[in-house]
């Protein structure tokens, strides 16, 4: 295989979803026509790398220029809710679903021993703070239904305590050891209103 | 959706194996942490975008610097059989299968009324030049088993007839209504070493 081409599939064989051969498959399919596909993915990627950043108050994905992002500016959202997500892509899965009409904020991870991302790596500080300043009456955690998003529910639950909120977890309609992001619509829509309380 | 997140989303769906929900998984991945995967991606787009070319001998790919390939180039291979395929990327899948040692002729398609594409589009006046040089005894057909492949391998048969060289095509090992692409190395084998007479 010639050096450039077995570079592009293994950086596409990291890729989510896309094993060996797959990835296999997508390179030679972009270089079959590359003013075609080639082109268009490379220019995806550099408008997406120049444009998107993280939204400064709820983390999702948001543009440079819109920041705080379209949720967040949304005044006709519910801003008593707050909905706890790990990953910034978890908020385009719970908007999916139609079934959450309040505010985000996403952790950027859980708390996990093994990959060794502790409360400090998280968006933790930032979570207390913004319920700190009022008006959030509840918080409502979509985490992992795994181990490690179980203790970082727990985690949040003592880390609001002190501030008198409302903390609940999503209903357990999700299958186990799974995340938000791998979830159907209806599923997490069935969650988000059977959500109970936290501890 | 953020558009430069959804403009991305849609040209890693248009690569094959990829649909809308794994190329949304993929698109999030990689602005996660762009500096690990999108920017190791957009590079090796760039670098085979740049370097990797087809060989002015067999359309295979190979890089701008090694023009004829490295497969042309190997004074090993038997050049008096001569492996008609329809795509560069269906080269790979037959050296894969380790059943052939001669050389290759990739023609770019196969006839196909449904897209267009007549005698003119594919690489086939190069191929009669090919065998109208001499040292070509046989002529090996590995082309779809479907009814553009079957025209495709009649037309060369007419094509090549006056050259007096022996045309044979694979085994109908392959499954029907498929690619070479598509074919494990064992079956792809097998198809070689059965191969049979065309027309």
Chains 1, 2 share one sequence.
């Not at 972009?30 to 950043?53: F, G, I, M, N, S």
């Not at 707050?82 to 908020?91: G, K, W």
């Not at 299958?175 to 938000?180: E, K, L, M, N, Q």
Request: charge should be positive.
């Amino acid at each position: 295989m010639v050096p450039p081409v077995d570079n592009l599939i293994r950086a596409l064989a990291k890729l989510p979803g896309l094993g060996r051969r797959s990835a296999e498959r997508a390179a030679l399919a972009l270089l079959r026509k590359p003013e075609l596909l080639l082109d268009a993915l490379t220019a995806a990627l550099q408008e997406a790398r120049a444009t998107v950043c993280c939204c400064s108050v709820c983390g999702g994905f948001t543009s440079r220029e819109q920041n705080p992002c379209a949720l967040c500016a949304d005044t006709s959202r519910d801003g008593a809710v707050l909905c706890v997500v790990e990953e910034p892509s978890d908020i385009f899965a719970i908007e999916r679903s139609g079934g959450y009409r309040g505010r985000y904020h996403a952790l950027m991870g859980k708390l996990s021993p093994a990959r060794q991302t502790g409360p400090a790596d998280l968006r933790l500080r930032a979570l207390a703070e913004r319920v700190g300043r009022g008006g959030v009456t509840e918080v409502l955690l979509a985490l992992s239904t795994d181990m490690e998003g179980d203790a970082t529910a727990g985690y949040i639950g003592e880390l609001l305590r002190p501030l008198g909120v409302r903390v609940t977890r999503l209903a357990f309609g999700l299958p186990a050891d799974s995340g938000v992001g791998y979830s159907d619509p209806l599923t997490l829509k069935r969650a988000i209103s059977g959500r109970i309380a936290c501890g």
